[in-house]
């Protein structure tokens, strides 16, 4: 609540946050709040003690498939995405992936996926993916 707050009492557009353990109750629907009230954000992805770096893990979530939230989140008014998570570089599955350029808006997205290390150059529905 302190820093979504300090972003409408500021009127802040961008926002870069640089995640460990999170203990907050919802992540889901903190981004998705967070993506209502500014326009970039830049999601740091720190690596975290006892969490295996196999499984699909992001922003305080286990074993979710991130990428309806990033499609959700960039429904409201971000347009700008920036994430960086190697340490769990299995959270964004390459079908979700294949999803993302269908969104039907103009959006800068930028995030860590080993599931496309071969083929960073790939455009779909006119964007690079």
């Not at 269908?102 to 071969?118: D, E, H, P, R, V």
Request: aromatic letters at 12%; charged letters at 15%.
């Amino acid at each position: 609540a302190f820093i979504t707050q300090s972003i409408r009492d500021h009127n802040i557009n961008r926002v870069s946050l640089q995640v460990a353990k999170l203990t907050i109750s919802n992540p889901v629907a903190f981004l998705i709040n967070l993506s209502n009230l500014v326009r970039s954000l830049h999601l740091f992805q720190h690596e975290i003690d006892n969490i295996n770096n196999h499984i699909e893990y992001f922003f305080g979530v286990q074993n979710f498939d991130c990428a309806p939230t990033i499609i959700e989140m960039f429904s409201g008014k971000l347009d700008s995405l920036h994430i960086e998570n190697h340490y769990y570089p299995f959270y964004l599955s390459r079908h979700s992936a294949d999803e993302l350029p269908l969104l039907g808006k103009k959006i800068w997205f930028s995030a860590t996926c080993n599931q496309y290390a071969m083929e960073l150059t790939n455009s779909k529905n006119e964007h690079f993916v």
